[in-house]
């Protein structure tokens, strides 16, 4: 399980990450971007941001950075707490990700892609099942995509699964 890294969080070089996308909030804190920079004061220079889970989920265009993810001095970021957490099994894949979005709404859309050899899941069943019981059901795109989610969908917790080989 990898967490997303927030404002508030650390490297190993005793950065602290100060920079993050406010309109996505994991427990309250903005989650850190690939490409947002920190102040390294072991290098005692203006680091970036590597995202290494590319395209698992995408915010504002950009992956978020999560706990193991390294910076371009070499600085490895490290997480506050398991905010967010992906496992996968055997033709059959789950993402539970606790989120926070402002009120003032939003629309989300999520690119699902199989994390063991990169490629991303075409035309895919899913289902997305918020925690107040409300289910969304379709069929990525070629892309990978699910479909647009509007701020009737907003939720704190949801869950993903794709259902590669199955029968609804």
């Not at 004061?41 to 395209?55: D, Q």
């Not at 379709?138 to 199955?166: H, P, V, Y």
Request: glycine content about 10%.
């Amino acid at each position: 399980m990898q967490a997303f890294i927030t404002r508030g969080c650390s490297t190993d070089h005793g950065g602290k990450i100060i920079e993050g996308e406010d309109s996505w909030l994991v427990e309250g804190r903005a989650v850190h971007l690939e490409g947002m920079t920190h102040y390294c004061p072991k290098c005692k220079i203006l680091s970036k941001a590597i995202g290494t889970e590319r395209g698992f989920i995408l915010i504002q265009g950009k992956n978020p950075i999560v706990h193991g993810d390294r910076s371009s001095c070499g600085s490895k970021y490290i997480k506050i707490s398991d905010l967010a957490g992906r496992d996968a099994g055997k033709d059959h894949t789950s993402s539970q990700l606790k989120l926070s979005q402002q009120k003032n709404g939003y629309s989300a859309q999520y690119q699902l892609i199989n994390e063991l050899d990169g490629t991303v899941y075409k035309n895919v069943k899913y289902k997305i099942t918020y925690d107040d019981g409300h289910i969304v059901e379709g069929i990525t795109d070629n892309d990978g995509m699910t479909e647009k989610l509007n701020s009737r969908d907003q939720s704190n917790q949801i869950s993903i699964e794709t259902f590669e080989n199955d029968s609804w």
